[in-house]
C-alpha cells in the first residue's frame, strides 16, 4: 500500500500563496491518481483537487482559478499550488491515491491517507 507525506503548509495572511508537496512511496506512483482534499474544523473532508496518472485535472469549485494540481512522476511527489489564499481556505490539507490511475471527488473511495497538513489563513 502506497504511504503518503504531506508538507508545505503554515500560516499566511490573505493573498499570500502556499506550495504542498506529498511525497508517495511503497508503490508506482505514475499508475495512481492522486488528489487534495481539505477538513475544516468541525467539517467533512472536501475535494479540491485531482490529477490522474496521465496529468488530467479537476478542481473544486471554491479553488478553480486560484489553486494548480501538478505532478512530478521522478520525484513520485503531487503538489498545490495555492495562490490569492482566503481565511476561508484555512483547514487541514491531505492527500490521497487512487488506483488505476484515475481519481474519485469523494473521500471514501480512499483508504490511505497522509497526516496532513495543517494550512492557516489570517485575515
Do not use: H
Not at 469549485?61 to 481556505?89: C, H, W
Amino acid at each position: 500500500q502506497v504511504q503518503l507525506v504531506e508538507s508545505g503548509g503554515g500560516l499566511v495572511q490573505a493573498g499570500d500563496s502556499l506550495r504542498l508537496s506529498c511525497a508517495a512511496s511503497g508503490g508506482i506512483f505514475s499508475t495512481y491518481g492522486m488528489v487534495w482534499f481539505r477538513q475544516a474544523r468541525g467539517k467533512g473532508r472536501v475535494f479540491v483537487a485531482g490529477i490522474t496518472s496521465g496529468g488530467g485535472t479537476r478542481y473544486g469549485d471554491s479553488v478553480k482559478g486560484r489553486f494548480t494540481i501538478s505532478r512530478d512522476n521522478a520525484k513520485n511527489t503531487v503538489y498545490l499550488q495555492m495562490n490569492s489564499l482566503k481565511p476561508e481556505d484555512t483547514a487541514i490539507y491531505s492527500c490521497a491515491a487512487q488506483r488505476g490511475g484515475y481519481f474519485s471527488t469523494s473521500d471514501y473511495a480512499y483508504d490511505a491517507w497522509g497526516q496532513g497538513t495543517q494550512v492557516s489563513v489570517s485575515s
